[in-house]
């Protein structure tokens, strides 16, 4: 793994290298990734902090070259199906919104899209860890994507993560290549406040 700041990346404050030299690529070699490297992404996932440790995220993957894969390949939309075939799996992230209240009646949980993203996080940090880069993407088909992984009621899609090994740049299509660059960020005083906005 590199902890090289990419171009562009330089902290403002000091921080552990691992956050600037995260970005979402779009190229991946053809290397694959096993089971148990999966198992580890989401048991990095799985100790995530969630209101009340309800733990309201749910994953459901596939490995490039399973019918799942190409199922939930299917679903995405824009540019993304033009690059993210190659990554080696594909990671949906939903969260459960609903949780029985004292009454025996459903409530929302209002924290579950919150939680879910500390979780989607420490799956991209393990599998920085790991030598791996992932790409989340909000382009996809609700419904298609519902009806591939069979989403049970009360649950919301969050995102499709593509994970792998990261590949060149001249691999992705022409129109691509341009953006496969890390990105900036706004100063922290855009989104900051000490005390109140
Ligand atoms: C919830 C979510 C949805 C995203 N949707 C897409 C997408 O559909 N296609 C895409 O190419 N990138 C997508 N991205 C990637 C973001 O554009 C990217 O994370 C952002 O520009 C910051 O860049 P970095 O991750 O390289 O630091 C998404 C990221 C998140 C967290």
């Known amino acids: 793994m590199s902890l090289d700041q990419p171009d562009g990346r330089q902290p403002d404050h000091p921080v552990a290298p691992q956050f600037p030299a995260r970005w979402s690529p779009r190229s991946f070699t053809d290397q694959t990734l096993t089971k148990a490297d999966v ?10 902090p969630s209101a009340s440790n309800l733990q309201p ?18 679903c995405l939309t824009g540019n993304n199906p033009l690059w993210a075939g190659r990554a080696a799996a594909l990671i949906a992230v939903a969260s459960k919104d609903r949780i029985p209240g004292r009454d025996g009646a459903e409530q929302v949980n209002r924290t579950a899209g919150f939680d879910t993203g500390a979780a989607w996080m420490s799956l991209a940090l393990q599998a920085q860890a790991m030598g ?18 069979a989403l049970p009621g009360g649950h919301t899609l969050q995102a499709v993560v593509a994970v792998g090994h990261q590949g060149a740049a001249e691999a992705l299509p022409e129109t691509l290549r341009p953006r496969e660059v890390p990105n900036r960020r706004q100063p922290l005083a855009e989104t900051s406040f000490h005390g109140r906005f």
Do not use: C, N
């Not at 791996?132 to 992984?149: E, K, Y």
């Open 132 to 149: 791996l880069v992932t790409h989340a993407m909000g382009g996809f088909g609700v419904d298609d994507l519902a009806r591939v992984v």
């Open 39 to 48: 198992m580890s992404l989401l048991e990095a996932a799985r100790w995530a």
């Open 57 to 74: 995220w749910r994953f459901v993957w596939a490995l490039r070259g399973e019918p799942e894969f190409a199922a939930i390949l299917g």
